[in-house]
């Protein structure tokens, strides 16, 4: 029997009203870690508990990398080995059956390191993704086009087998934006096995409907994990300042205010 553990990351919400929470409970045998980054208490330590689930209380928002790395470590202390798979997830977004289904299916076949959903939002494919060297972009609908070596993707729906990290946590000096880039840049080092599955994921991406203030708020928080990702290097720097004008044009399009240059 495959030994699988589920993290969700909650922000600002009782878990009752996480669409992704409801899914991953109908699940049999699928260990839930809860890791709660809110900054008010929502009661979800006493609904985790009595639905026999593991609850993390990150004490305020600490960001993905921290709460990721949280739940490692309580699963290092109840799985010793890191026997299984591990799958990422954050609040919001409705898994299907069939995304279960498939990732038993493929782990039993393919037997890779990393599994990525195909993810769609509001634009297109968001996930799996394209990471060159230096830059990251969209994939195209053609999934079979992207060179393994430049194969990337985001956290939603990632599955990852448990031994990958005995010696290995998340860098938590990026909080947010590229936790994800970052992790499959390390294990492309590693020379780890990614596959993309089978199986669709529908999300809601946030920054494609936020307000303005919102948006520069999260700008704020993509500038400041870029330039940890970007930090080594005259071609990352070079591309930290491409990425950071590139989004910069974008914003001030999307809110006609010449202003967001200057940020």
């Given at each position: 029997m495959l030994n699988l553990f589920g993290i969700i990351v909650?922000?600002?919400?009782?878990?009752?009203?996480?669409?992704?929470?409801?899914?991953?409970?109908?699940?049999?045998?699928?260990?839930?870690?809860?890791?709660?980054?809110?900054?008010h208490d929502y009661?979800?330590?006493?609904?985790?508990?009595?639905?026999?689930?593991?609850?993390?209380?990150?004490?305020?928002?600490?960001?993905l990398s921290k709460a990721y790395n949280k739940a490692l470590d309580y699963i290092a202390s109840v799985n010793p080995e890191m026997k299984g798979y591990v799958a990422l997830f954050d609040d919001d977004t409705f898994i299907p059956e069939t995304y279960f289904i498939k990732l038993k299916e493929e782990i039993k076949e393919k037997r890779s390191d990393i599994y990525l959903p195909v993810v769609?939002?509001?634009?297109?494919?968001?996930?799996?993704?394209?990471?060159?060297?230096?830059?990251?972009?969209?994939?195209?609908?053609?999934?079979?086009?992207?060179?393994?070596?430049?194969?990337?993707?985001?956290?939603?729906?990632?599955?990852?087998?448990?031994?990958?990290f005995k010696k290995?946590?998340?860098?938590?000096?990026?909080?947010?934006?590229?936790?994800?880039?970052?992790?499959?840049?390390?294990?492309?080092?590693?020379?780890?096995?990614?596959?993309?599955?089978?199986?669709e994921i529908q999300q809601t991406f946030s920054s494609n409907t936020d307000s303005k203030d919102k948006s520069?708020?999260?700008?704020?928080?993509?500038?400041?994990?870029?330039?940890?990702?970007y930090r080594k290097g005259f071609w990352n720097r070079f591309f930290f300042y491409y990425v950071i004008t590139r989004r910069k044009m974008q914003l001030t399009r999307k809110f006609r205010d010449p202003r967001i240059m200057l940020k």
């Open positions: 909650v922000y600002n919400k009782n878990v009752n009203d996480s669409v992704t929470y409801q899914c991953l409970k109908k699940q049999k045998g699928l260990q839930i870690i809860v890791c709660d980054n809110s900054t009661g979800n330590c006493a609904i985790v508990a009595s639905e026999g689930y593991q609850y993390m209380n990150m004490n305020g928002n600490a960001g769609r939002d509001e634009i297109g494919i968001l996930s799996p993704s394209v990471m060159k060297k230096y830059y990251c972009h969209r994939a195209p609908e053609d999934l079979s086009s992207i060179k393994k070596e430049e194969l990337c993707g985001i956290n939603s729906g990632m599955a990852i087998r448990l031994r990958l290995y946590r998340y860098n938590e000096r990026i909080f947010l934006d590229y936790v994800d880039h970052n992790f499959i840049r390390d294990m492309r080092k590693r020379k780890r096995k990614v596959s993309i599955m089978d199986v520069m708020i999260r700008f704020n928080i993509f500038k400041k994990d870029i330039n940890e990702f």
